[in-house]
DNA sequence: GTGGTCTAGACCACA
DNA sequence: GTGGTCTAGACCACG
């Protein structure tokens, strides 16, 4: 019943992120099931046409496979599951790095920055 | 005519972005004046609309300033443009440090992901 | 085990598919003896309902037949097979032509793609 | 007005095939804007939300490309469309010679079987 | 039970 | 005006 959704980007889409982030640590593992469109639907207090637009998006990147009437589960492919983490990792960094620079960081300045943002977190 | 624009963010916001990204580089002073809506429009081929809302949005934000019939300057306020800078740069990081979080990594994974994504960079 | 399923089409369809091949290449004969629901079902890797099905299916196109209490087996209506076979073949080919039509080629095309296909086939 | 979908294929792939077919065919040309989603779905006589689908899927398969508030295009990247061709053809034969070896077929007889066809088809 | 498709109707941001 | 997202509710084929 969490519906603490962004208002930028499709829920869809975050959930379909969020389901990324927990396979890729590791909470959920190749092969299990994930939860049943209806199910996960009432979970995340959307419609389910919502969840079953994330299952699609997420078989695209082939995260995961449905088994016809049997439901959907985490691929068994663990190399795609290696792939998958690099790759979200990658993104994030590239992300971070071009706006840094536009910005007119240099590549010492971006680490001392962020260095400084945790020694500020701390205090 | 430049016309490389994602389609994930608005243009307008990715104009704005450009600019603010010009002003805190230096490459734009406080007090200069901004290109009028229609030239902009001309350069970056887009609709005359976008930019209004482009300016509008950074006036909002106290970035620009509007001068009726003048045109429109980069504000003289120079603690404006310090926050500015610290602003884009914390959300930048903020954003950065969230995402990695999600995925699992530590603060001290963050540093150090960074830092080999910048040495694979150089080879 | 075998577990090649295409997602596009039924498994029970893909199955029936698959008998009728071997029906009508001769690797089975008029009368004689399919493989248990349960025994093909362990075969195939899927659901005995699913099996069932194909039956149902097959012996609706009057291709297999049920006898109480022995099994289901090759109708011995060689007649029909005949036709089976023709029936197949002829589907197979409209279906072909209707989608190259589609396409812009004309008859003279589609022989001619035909036989680029297998000559670069060989190579 | 059209209404005449095949129940078998869900009616947005239908319908993208057909768009697919027209553009490689030429009838529509590359850049090219697309009818709007709205006026699509009552030419179709389908739900805005099925047309919706069609083009997102175009897009997602780069045949198609969505400028903002203006409309969806055919794209501009000709060798895509190129490529589109080869592609769609190759399916289709793909498909074809494939069904038939499998009816135990050979070569040949393939090519000797749609020039039968043909004959037929003319008397 | 499962996922997949479709409709009807709504709201939104963008140009 | 455009496309994009979401809801509500329905029906279907499949296993």
Redesign the pocket.
Known sequence: MTKD?QTSK????QIADHLSSQIVRGEMRAGEK?P????MAINS??????I??T??EM?RMGIVE?K?????FVTENEQVLKELKICLQTDIIDAFVQNMKELGFSQEEMVEGLEQYFRRDQE
């Open positions: 959704f499709p829920i869809y889409i994930l049943s469109v209806r199910e207090g959307v419609n389910p046409n919502t079953q637009r299952y699609s078989e449905t016809r009437g049997q439901g959907t």
